[in-house]
Structures are given as structure tokens and as C-alpha cells.
């Protein structure tokens, strides 16, 4: 249990935790899953990879690994986003080992015994063992000793923690050296000859100036302009993999939200004038507020405009009041009565160094230690000798936590803005008992601490009936079939929102969350379907049809039909468009006369280069044609994505500014992003299907 105690203290107060290929560990809680587990056909897995089925157990289990390490880490800590952050770390990590490590060693690649151990324990140290912090001596540096002990002691531990924390270490080690092998053959491959290097520093530094006379296409239709069905086919057949497609549904949904009644807010007001006057008069406003508030008392020191995220009216009057104790402010459903506590010259920060103490007699050590720093001690020094975190070192000295905030700080820290300059004292947080030392500070400004009584309007049990009522009697006219449930939308006059292409993964419908049970509804059922009342947070009541299912694979041609009409109508439009303006500039041989013609004028443009056009606000065709046209010439027309152009090189210029380290750092760049797209594309390949979303 030391060891364990040990790691969790190095990996506490301001440590990163590096893990390798981004595999963050996460807690979660399994249990969240089960009823939705229970709800599904067993012939369900959670995914494919390959050949390979992945179960439910299966991901489980890794979710459970991540789980193991993470609670060895960060003393089990969860939220929300850790949960989700959990699921696809323990999801990618099972895609690297079985495709990625798959596919190197089918390669040719392998990471031996030897190479592990050189890597673990030789003198080739992975950056997960040398920058560890588990392994860190009282400087921050890698210590073979702390190491040695920690392999040691993982036999001994009970708990199996160390273990699989090794066994995580090694693992990810592995991982790295097949990734950095199995890379290095596209960022070896990647030769930058000198014909390809002359050519991007010739593309780099040739410029053209350029004047033209450009015509938009605008936004009228062109009736004359047709595309048939038969073209439309043609366009798909050709392009079928543009409209590949993941598995989707079409449906429909209304929503009830439960909102307060005018009653409702008018007895919230009420109640929270009744507690007006006992506010102004408490001696004790933190338990007076978590008696009566819906907001808790802060300590924190507001500055001007701070307040205006609570309510405009509440800011305005703490700074422009001139009282103690506001009336009641009304901000739509909330309700607040304001109270200023103090009023102080406050810095925005502080920097703070710190020696944390821990066990039975960490007051009176601390207590000893103030006296030795009044007495002209060495504050690193000290830190070096007695403190718990060894992690600590802003600015190369041993304690020194830097610069901290009101909204970056350690929890518990908060006296320091108001605490005395260069004279330690001792506080206690979660972490221990601190020696703290305040060294310097920022410019003190105007800062208030504010107490506030709130009150948010909550819909009473006969609103919330009354809606249920309304979403019950649209359920009952809709129950049955689509054209009922059309018939009902129009009956009540109620807005249905239109959702195509509704993904699996979705917990999210319009502005409200939660919404996983309308999804697995959706997906439990057939077109025509139409759902009971789901209630989502206990204040929104849906109730859904499902239109149409969208298989996964290729998508129909007449779902897409309108999408490549619009695309053939284009390219039909573009080229009568251009051929117009040819038939009417034919025999103008200047861009003036061209211009008057067409009753637009000449536009000038220098410095125009082919190989950064996305950076130029010019239409890509446009450029392209530039780069490759005559000095001196009238071109065009040129049918671009914008418009129709006419146009002459007035000169071209060869610079020097691009070298031909910009050439080699240009293609480095290329070859990065094919090492990015490395696993993405072998997902692709071996057809990985991710279910998840049927579960979570």
C-alpha cells in the first residue's frame, strides 16, 4: 500500500500523466450499461474488427483494465466525460492490438525480448519509464532505485494494482515501438529527390500579376438548362462510393417541455421575499444559504462585469447599488436577493510555493518549519527535505507551484490572494497540511464577495401533470401509424421536427441531452412506428415515428437524386455561362473593351502563386489557369466555381523567399499527415464496424 500511496502522491499536485498514442485511462462504472445491456439481443456484439467479434465482455473487460489504472492514478475520480473518454480509450486500444499490431508484425516488424528490456530497464529508456513520475527521484529526475522498488513491490501487492500498471506500461512500450517502426517505412519512403525539391521551390517562388474581368453566376434558375434521370443514374454509378453511407434512421418527433406556469413564478417570488428580510439580518450566511438557496455561498472575489454570467441586474447592483442588501431581482423564472459581504483591493494572482506535509504530526513538523523559513531557510531547500510532493518545481525550484488563479488553483489554496507577501504560514486542503508561501503577487484591483440568495422557478405537480396531459392526449391520437401521427400534429397544432439521417450514436436532439432512450426507441422499431411518451430528464416528454430505416452500405439513387441534379445542373450552367460570354466578346481583343461589353470593370490582383491558392481568396480554376498562361495575353473564358473570367498575365516573377529547407519541411509535413492516416485507413480496410452506440 506504500507503493501504491507513492504513485498516486507523484501523480497528485500539478503531475501529468503520460500515456502512450493518446490511451488515456478513465474511470466507469460498469453498471451503467446493464440496462440497456439487457435490453439487447445477445447476437449483438459491440463491434467488429476484422474477423474478430468484439462482445460486450470482451470491451468490458478492457474498459474494466483502463478502470484498474486509473484508479491506481487518480484515486478513483469520475465524471461524465470520463466515462465516455473511458469507452474510447479502451476502444482504440482494442483496434491497435488487434489491427494495427496485426498488421506490422504481418509487415515484417517485431519488438523482441531484448528491445523490451533495453527499453524497460537498459540504457534505451522508453519516455514512459525515464518521464514517469511513479520513477522520479526528489529533483524530478528518473531514478533506477524508485524504479527497482516498484518492480519489487508489484509481487507483494495484494491488490494486483502494480501489476496492472506494469503490465499497462509494457504494453503501451510495445504499442509505441511498433507504431514508430511500422511509420518510419512511409516517412522513410518519403524521399525528397532533387527534381521534386527543385519543383516545389520553383512552384514556391513564381508569382503572376494579373488583371481580369470576372462575371458571378448569380442565383437565378435557368430553366432551359435539363438534367434527365438517365444522367442522374450515370452520375451515381460513376460516383457510388461518394454515397456510401453508415446505417441511419428518417423520423419524426414532438416534444412537450415542461415550463412553470405564471402561478408557479408568482409563489416563487413570493417565497423568496418572505426570506428577504431573515437574509439581510443572518449572522451566518454560508448555512443560511444552504438551507434556503438554490446557489451555495462562494468565497470567490468578484471583480466588475463578473456577475453579468449570473444576471446583468445582479452585476449592476453590487457595483452600483451603494447598498448592502439588494430587493428581489427578477431575471425570467430565477429570482435573487444580493448581499454584498466584503470589499477588498484583491490581486488577480498569486505566486505560491508550497511544502505538503502528511501523518499524525504534519502540524507541529509544519508548524517547526515556518519557524526555520522565518529564520532565514531555504524554502527549496526545505521543500527538497520534508515535502510529500516531489512534482512541484515552477521555474527549476524545488515547492514552487508558479502563478495561481481563483479559476487555477488547488482546492483549498483560496487565502493566498489575501495572505501577507514573503511570510509563510500553515493551512490544510485534501491533499495534507501545507506550509504556503505567497512571494509575489499581481496589481491588487476593486473586488467584492458576494452572497446570493436564489430562487429558480420550478414547474408545481399540476403543471407537470398538465403537460403530461397534453403530451398523452397527442400520443393517443397519434398511436397507431404515421398518417395518425400526421393527423395529430395538425389537430393540436404542434411543430413536428423533421430528423434524417438520425444516427445510432445520437444522445442529443435539438438543444436537449439525455436523449439515448428516444434513440434505442427509434432503432428498436419499424417505419410507421409511432413511440408512448419518453421522458427525458424528467422534463421533456417525446413522442416519435419512424419514417424510413437507411441500411448501412450504399444509398438508394432517388435519396440522392436531388443532391447530383443540382451537381449535373451546375456543370451544365458553368458551360453555357462561359460559351455565352465568349459569343459576346468575340472580336475584343482588350480587357477595357471586354469590360465595357459585359458592363463590369477590370480587376487587379498581384503575386498570384498555383501552389497556395487556398490562401488568396481566389477561385482555385482561376489560379490554376493563371499559372499556366502566356505573359501578355487575353485568356478565357474560364468557367470557374464563382464565375466566368477573362484575363491577362501583366507580368510573372521569380522570387527566392521558399528554400529548399521549406521544400524538405513541406514534405516532412506530407509525410506526417500519411503517418496520422495510417490506422484510419487500415479501419477502412478491414471494414471495422463500431456498434457502441447500441449499448451506451
Known sequence: MAVLEKIRVKFGIAASIIIALGLLSFIIDPQEVVSAFQNMSSKYDVGKIGKKAISYNDFQAEVDRMTTINELLSNGQQNAQAQEQARESAWQDLIFRNLFVKNAKAAGISVGKDEMVDLTTGTNLS???????????????????????????????????????????????????????????????????????????AEN??????????????????????????????????????????????????????????????????????????????????????????????????????LRTVAPSVDDFVWDGGAEISDVIANGKNFYVVRVVDSKMIPDSAYVSHILLRGTNAKAQADS???????????????????????SAVDGKLGNLGWMTQNYMIPGFEGIFTAETGKPYVMTSQYGTHV?????????????????????????????????????????????????????????????????????????????????????????????????????????????????INKEG?????????????????????????????????????????????????????????????????????????????????????????GVYVYEVTAKNTGSFFTEDDAKSRLAQQAAYMTQAIIPIMMDDADVQDNRARFY
Not at 529564520?375 to 512534482?391: I, M, P, R, V
Open 554 to 642: 450504399y444509398a438508394d439513387v432517388k435519396d440522392v437524386s436531388s443532391s447530383i441534379r443540382q451537381q449535373l445542373y451546375t456543370e451544365k450552367m458553368t458551360v453555357k455561362k462561359a460559351q455565352e460570354i465568349k459569343d459576346k466578346i468575340a472580336g475584343l481583343t482588350t480587357l477595357e473593351a471586354i469590360a465595357e461589353k459585359l458592363g463590369t470593370s477590370v480587376t487587379s490582383k498581384s503575386g498570384v502563386a498555383f501552389s497556395s491558392n487556398a490562401t488568396q481568396g481566389l477561385d482555385p480554376k482561376f489560379i490554376g489557369a493563371v499559372s499556366v498562361s502566356p505573359e501578355g495575353k487575353v485568356c478565357g473564358p474560364i468557367a470557374g466555381n464563382m
Open 205 to 306: 517562388n513564381n508569382t503572376a500579376d494579373v488583371n481580369f474581368v470576372m462575371i458571378p453566376y448569380g442565383y437565378q434558375t435557368d430553366s432551359s438548362i435539363v438534367v434527365s434521370d438517365e444522367e442522374i443514374k450515370k452520375y451515381y454509378d460513376t460516383h457510388k462510393k461518394f454515397f456510401k453511407q453508415k446505417e441511419s434512421r428518417d423520423m419524426e418527433y414532438v416534444v412537450f417541455e415542461v415550463t412553470p406556469s405564471a402561478a408557479d413564478i408568482a409563489a416563487t417570488r413570493k417565497e423568496i421575499t418572505e426570506l428577504h428580510d431573515e437574509f439581510a439580518k443572518s449572522d451566518n450566511v454560508k448555512s443560511f444559504l444552504l438551507k434556503n438557496s438554490d446557489r451555495p455561498y462562494s468565497a470567490y472575489w468578484y471583480k466588475k462585469g463578473d
Open 436 to 548: 504556503v508561501l505567497v512571494s509575489k503577487k499581481s496589481q491588487p484591483i476593486a473586488k467584492k464577495q458576494v452572497a446570493i440568495l436564489e430562487k429558480e422557478t420550478l414547474a408545481s405537480k399540476e403543471t407537470f401533470n398538465e403537460f403530461y396531459n397534453r403530451a398523452n392526449k397527442f400520443a393517443t391520437m397519434a398511436s397507431g401509424s404515421y398518417d395518425n401521427y400526421r393527423k395529430a400534429v395538425d389537430t393540436l397544432k404542434v411543430y413536428s421536427h423533421p430528423m434524417n439521417k438520425f444516427p445510432e450514436s445520437s444522445n442529443k436532439l435539438g438543444s436537449i441531452e439525455n436523449t439515448k432512450e428516444v434513440t434505442r426507441w427509434v432503432y428498436d422499431n419499424k417505419p410507421g412506428k409511432v413511440s408512448p411518451i419518453i421522458t427525458v430528464d424528467n422534463n421533456y416528454f417525446f413522442v416519435t415515428v419512424v419514417k424510413g
Open 127 to 201: 519516455p514512459l519509464i525515464s518521464q514517469n513520475p511513479a520513477f522520479s527521484d526528489a529533483s524530478g529526475n528518473y531514478s533506477r532505485d524508485a524504479f527497482l522498488s516498484f518492480i519489487q513491490n508489484k509481487n507483494s501487492d495484494e491488490t494486483g494494482a502494480l501489476q496492472a500498471y506494469w503490465d499497462f506500461l509494457q504494453t503501451n512500450i510495445s504499442n509505441n515501438q511498433y507504431f514508430e517502426k511500422y511509420s518510419s517505412l512511409f516517412s522513410s519512403s518519403s524521399d525528397a529527390n532533387p527534381v521534386l525539391i527543385k519543383r516545389l521551390v
Open 369 to 391: 518549519l515556518v519557524g526555520v523559513l522565518n529564520a532565514g531557510g531555504d524554502f527549496a531547500t526545505l521543500a527538497g527535505q520534508y515535502s510529500d510532493d516531489k512534482n
